[in-house]
């Protein structure tokens, strides 16, 4: 890492784990996330990267192959896992799901009409030597039309869609499919008439894997898991705004035989109520460089209240849930913490999320990409990766200079600021993410399909991109390769 730029120190973190169920939840705080802008070279001009290469996601170039062989936007992706994260391919066919879009639509229209879809492919050939776009078949929508909408009480919904979760596959092919079953109360002006009301869900079916391809049937039922609670969990009542969603199940290693979730929330708190104390902001003794929680309070950074949450199942079927407090809280810091998850590596805790650098609150600046924290379990006074800062793999950004928007990139910006996100850690410190948008204001392409798949070292409380993986860091298109094999006979 580069000498830092001035700024506050870091908050302390023990890594100290406690109980799952206990009341303790780490802080990410500003102390912490102002490290973001300490690796920052304030000297890096127009259109460069800023940030340090040992945590940026090599330059995707904007002659990008399409999975879906112009049949579908794709984004967020997650592969077809067991309790402890490994990727499977079954009978030969590797299976991966994404969140789809009519490609009539824009791409930023995508997030109120996503559906759950499946791609598969052989298993167990090199990258390499796979066809460009990495070589997928789609294979169409998971659920039958109506299924997912089934489970609203008030069905006057104008929009019903699929967001992002994880799957689960079990003895006999089983897959438990954990997502995100959205209704959108919308009026004709796009308006919301009332909050929207994601819920985090569950669906079983089966897949069917042949030498010819991969068939699902079942995802005909949806069972109703979760709603956020307003008590750790901030509601629509809180906040009409509120994000909860994106599921990610596991067997914590210090707890065999149960299943944990975590998934994004946001600290249950009334919004334009919310305030901000001391251990959010997490400053040490006489830091020059602190802020007070009343400047803080009043800086409009209360807006940016998220967490990651933690549920425990009570049953062997993973039907019936019980929430625990949440296990991180971003507090003035940032809004969305999306899709978490965990890594378990020399008995350590890593809990990795996603977050774009306009969810940041005010104050607060960091390149799109995911972050990382490290404990000694699944709840822990997690520390943050990479000096405190948290970053663990981001988009090459320039923070002197403003990012635009997907639709509208900054003409200063390096062009590659927008160019992944929705990245999901694999085992190997493999790394999937999608394609936004690669380009400046004056030329840009949007995205809508798997990005080259990266690799990142993980080490203690450090991570750091491996430029020898592929060609200078970025390996196959679309490459989510499976790391366990069954076939009629077992594993292999
Ligand atoms: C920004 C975003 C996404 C989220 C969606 C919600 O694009 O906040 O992170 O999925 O909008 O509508
Ligand atoms: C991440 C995300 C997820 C959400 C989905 C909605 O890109 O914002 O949190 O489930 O996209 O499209
Ligand atoms: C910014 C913000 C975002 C949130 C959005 C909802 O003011 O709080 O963090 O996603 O507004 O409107």
């Known amino acids: 890492l580069p000498d830092l730029q001035d700024g506050p120190r870091p908050t302390v973190h023990t890594q100290q784990a406690y109980a799952p169920e206990d009341d303790f939840t780490a802080?990410?705080?500003?102390?912490?996330?102002?490290?973001?802008?300490?690796?920052?070279?304030?000297?890096?001009?127009?259109?460069?990267?800023?940030?340090?290469?040992?945590?940026?996601?090599?330059?995707?170039?904007?002659?990008?192959?399409?999975?879906?062989?112009?049949?579908?936007?794709?984004?967020d992706t997650w592969p077809l896992t067991d309790e402890h994260g490994n990727q499977y391919s079954i009978n030969g066919q590797e299976v991966i799901f994404s969140l789809v879009a009519d490609r009539s639509l824009g791409f930023?229209?995508?997030?109120?009409?996503?559906?759950?879809?499946?791609?598969?492919?052989?298993?167990?050939?090199?990258?390499?030597?796979?066809?460009?776009?990495?070589?997928?078949?789609?294979?169409?929508?998971?659920?039958?039309?109506?299924?997912?909408?089934?489970?609203?009480?008030?069905?006057?919904?104008?929009?019903?869609?699929?967001?992002?979760?994880?799957?689960?596959?079990?003895?006999?092919?089983?897959?438990?499919?954990?997502?995100?079953?959205?209704?959108?109360?919308?009026?004709?002006?796009?308006?919301?008439?009332?909050?929207?009301?994601?819920?985090?869900?569950?669906?079983?079916?089966?897949?069917?894997?042949?030498?010819?391809?991969?068939k699902l049937t079942g995802f005909t039922e949806v069972q109703d898991l979760l709603q956020a609670d307003g008590t750790y969990y901030q509601t629509g009542a809180q906040n009409p705004y509120f994000n909860f969603r994106d599921p990610f199940t596991f067997e914590d290693p210090a707890h065999p035989g149960e299943t944990y979730m975590v998934f994004e929330g946001n600290s249950a708190m009334t919004r334009g109520a919310a305030t901000c104390n001391e251990a959010d902001l997490g400053y040490q003794e006489g830091d020059p460089y602190a802020e007070t929680v009343d400047q803080v309070?009043?800086?409009?950074?209360?807006?940016?209240?998220?967490?990651?949450?933690?549920?425990?199942?009570?049953?062997?079927?993973?039907?019936?849930?019980?929430?625990?407090?949440?296990?991180?809280?971003?507090?003035?810091?940032?809004?969305?913490t999306e899709r978490p998850q965990f890594i378990f590596k020399d008995g350590k805790a890593y809990l990795f999320t996603i977050t774009h650098r306009s969810t940041f609150g005010a104050g607060i600046d960091g390149p799109e990409g995911v972050y990382g924290f490290v404990g000694d379990g699944i709840r822990s006074d997690f520390q943050p990766l990479n000096g405190g800062s948290g970053l663990a793999l981001g988009n090459p950004t320039n923070l002197n200079y403003l990012q635009g928007q997907p639709f509208a990139p900054d003409y200063n910006q390096h062009p590659g600021a927008f160019q992944a996100y929705s990245h999901y850690v694999m085992p190997g410190g493999l790394v999937q993410s999608f394609i936004d948008t690669i380009g400046t204001s004056d030329d840009f392409v949007r995205g809508?399909?798997?990005?080259?798949?990266?690799?990142?070292?993980?080490?203690?409380?450090?991570?750091?991109?491996?430029?020898?993986?592929?060609?200078?860091?970025?390996?196959?298109?679309?490459?989510?390769?499976?790391?366990?094999?069954?076939?009629?006979?077992?594993?292999?």
């Open 108 to 214: 930023d229209d995508r997030h109120v009409y996503a559906k759950i879809g499946y791609f598969f492919r052989p298993a167990g050939v090199p990258a390499d030597q796979r066809p460009e776009n990495g070589g997928w078949t789609y294979g169409g929508l998971v659920f039958p039309e109506g299924v997912t909408g089934k489970i609203f009480d008030d069905q006057s919904y104008s929009h019903q869609t699929q967001w992002s979760g994880s799957a689960r596959v079990f003895k006999g092919g089983e897959i438990k499919l954990f997502f995100t079953d959205v209704a959108f109360y919308r009026d004709a002006q796009g308006h919301d008439v009332k909050p929207y009301d994601p819920r985090i869900a569950l669906s079983v079916g089966k897949i069917h894997a042949t030498g010819n391809g991969v």
């Open 448 to 492: 809508g399909t798997l990005a080259p798949t990266v690799k990142v070292d993980i080490d203690g409380a450090t991570t750091s991109v491996d430029y020898t993986y592929g060609d200078g860091g970025l390996g196959g298109w679309a490459d989510v390769p499976a790391n366990v094999n069954v076939t009629p006979g077992g594993h292999v």
């Open 297 to 336: 309070n009043a800086s409009g950074a209360t807006y940016q209240i998220a967490n990651i949450g933690l549920a425990k199942a009570k049953n062997d079927d993973l039907t019936s849930w019980e929430f625990l407090p949440p296990i991180l809280s971003a507090n003035c810091v940032t809004d969305q």
């Open 27 to 75: 802080k990410w705080t500003r102390a912490d996330a102002r490290q973001l802008k300490r690796l920052s070279d304030p000297s890096a001009g127009s259109r460069e990267n800023s940030m340090p290469a040992s945590l940026t996601m090599p330059e995707v170039p904007q002659d990008f192959p399409d999975m879906s062989n112009d049949q579908v936007w794709v984004w």
